[in-house]
T-cell receptor, first 116, second 111 residues
Framework: GAGVSQTPSNKVTEKGKYVELRCDPI?????LYWYRQSLGQGPEFLIY????????DSGLPNDRFFAVRPEGSVSTLKIQRTERGDSAVYLC??????????????FGAGSRLTVL | GEDVEQSLFLSVREGDSSVINCTYT??????LYWYKQEPGAGLQLLTY?????DMKQDQRLTVLLNKKDKHLSLRIADTQTGDSAIYFC???????????FGSGTRLSIRP
């Protein structure tokens, strides 16, 4: 696609529920990143994929968070047993090749998650 | 671990130059970036600089890098109302597995 697409743009859920957030990267981009941005803060790194594999998941806050990218394109961020502290904007970004050059990230508009 | 620090706010008069500063801790940073975020919009890359350079100019934007002091700055010449946004400094280390962002500097323009 022309840009990075994220769905849903807004999600309101209740504490304890399960949530999935989807990211459709730019076609041909091999690298995909998930970040979380809380109000007044910068993007906080969560996980990075190169192709289908999670190359670095050191930013996932705990085992309630999981992400997959089964075919090396679309990625889903999954959050189990949501807590109020999970409320944030979840940003996805992609780049065409992490290994060479400046690794310029193109960001989606984000999915705003509100846990009541 | 890696850390990127920025001041939270900057206010400048329209037509003046804006200088946004950033410090980082990772001495193995390879690339440093400036991203812009306008209200309700996603992050947009403004410019980046490779760590073996000390200056990069792109139209109204000038990036200065002092690698010894781990200090990065972004100068916007002739600041306009459309430059109102939050500006994020970011760095990529030698492992290149993640890009770390600062908390952002909110630039406001006064007439």
């Amino acid at each position: 696609g022309a840009g990075v697409s994220q769905t849903p743009s807004n999600k309101v859920t209740e504490k304890g529920k399960y949530v999935e957030l989807r990211c459709d990267p730019i076609s041909g981009h091999t690298a995909l990143y998930w970040y979380r941005q809380s109000l007044g803060q910068g993007p906080e790194f969560l996980i990075y994929f190169q192709g289908t594999g999670a190359a670095d998941d050191s930013g996932l806050p705990n085992d309630r968070f999981f992400a997959v990218r089964p075919e090396g394109s679309v990625s889903t961020l999954k959050i189990q047993r949501t807590e109020r502290g999970d409320s944030a904007v979840y940003l996805c970004a992609s780049s065409w090749d992490r290994a060479s050059g400046a690794n310029v990230l193109t960001f989606g508009a984000g999915s705003r998650l509100t846990v009541l | 671990g890696e850390d990127v620090e920025q001041s939270l706010f900057l206010s400048v008069r329209e037509g003046d130059s804006s200088v946004i500063n950033c410090t980082y801790t990772d001495s193995s940073s390879t690339y440093l970036y400036w991203y812009k975020q306008e209200p309700g919009a996603g992050l947009q890359l403004l410019t980046y600089i490779f760590s073996n350079m000390d200056m990069k100019q792109d139209q109204r934007l000038t990036v200065l890098l002092n690698k010894k002091d781990k200090h990065l700055s972004l100068r916007i010449a002739d600041t306009q109302t459309g430059d109102s946004a939050i500006y994020f400094c970011a760095e990529m280390g030698s492992s290149a597995s993640k890009i770390i962002f600062g908390s952002g500097t909110r630039l406001s323009i006064r007439p």
